[in-house]
């Protein structure tokens, strides 16, 4: 049997810059002849992608918003994610369960221990451990003020339902995200992300270096990358 996979999630609120890097940390680690997966949430599957639609444009209550979430979240790890890390792939993920509890918990102000029930219930016995729920190895959370993320959308696309939020909603969410990484130290890295991509990209790459799952000549290999 192949060794277990890598799942590198990325977090953060729109404008932050996560898109913008997830492909090239992608060809980083093909470059060291790993097999990748790039994927997202919500989505990543056929169901879940209709999910997304869902979520992106028609309204609803925050309870609504959560089952959503948390259903396309289990065909995505059932038919994408598990099945990759279980053949040794690194699977890099846009957004996971942090962002439901930073956007439906602490945007929305939903009850974060339904959300943990439902955590629970959506993300558990889809491995060979039944009994494990899935969490990423690790989470990149590029940390941004609402106020720059806003500017840097202003003309790119017209906004969805949830970043046409004020920016109060914005900033409970990276309340949410801060609140989540200082509970979970051991996988979170934060990147402050209003800094130029060059010096983000150090960042994340360094992090990586670190943990040593990629080496350190890895920072060459893509340096301008994003």
């Not at 790993?34 to 028609?58: C, F, M, Q, S």
């Not at 890390?85 to 957004?95: M, S």
């Not at 993300?123 to 990149?140: C, N, V």
């Not at 106020?147 to 017209?158: I, N, P, Q, T, Y």
Request: aromatic share 8%.
């Amino acid at each position: 049997m192949e060794p277990a996979g890598r799942f590198i999630t990325f977090e953060g609120i729109d404008g932050a810059g996560k898109s913008s890097h997830i492909e090239a940390l992608a060809s980083v680690f093909r470059h060291q002849g790993h097999t990748v997966t790039v994927t997202r949430e919500p989505g990543g599957t056929p169901l879940a992608e209709k999910i997304r639609a869902l979520l992106l444009n028609d309204a609803m209550d925050a309870l609504t918003e959560s089952l959503l979430v948390f259903a396309g979240r289990r065909d995505h790890l059932r038919c994408v994610i598990e099945p990759a890390l279980a053949k040794g792939e690194v699977v890099l993920c846009d957004r996971f369960t942090d962002a439901t509890f930073a956007y439906q918990g602490s945007g929305r102000g939903f009850d974060t221990k339904l959300l943990s029930i439902l955590e629970q219930m959506a993300q558990s016995g889809i491995a060979l451990d039944a009994k494990k729920m899935r969490d990423p190895d690790l989470t990149l959370w590029f940390d941004l003020a609402p106020g720059v993320a806003a500017a840097r959308l202003a003309d790119a696309r017209a906004p969805d339902r949830f970043e046409s939020q004020p920016a109060e909603f914005f900033s409970r969410v990276r309340q949410g995200y801060a609140e989540r990484a200082s509970a979970a130290t051991h996988r979170f890295v934060r990147l402050d992300a209003g800094k130029a991509r060059g010096a983000v990209w150090s960042q994340l790459i360094g992090s990586l270096v670190q943990r040593g799952w990629l080496p350190a000549t890895a920072a060459d290999i893509a340096a301008d990358a994003p």
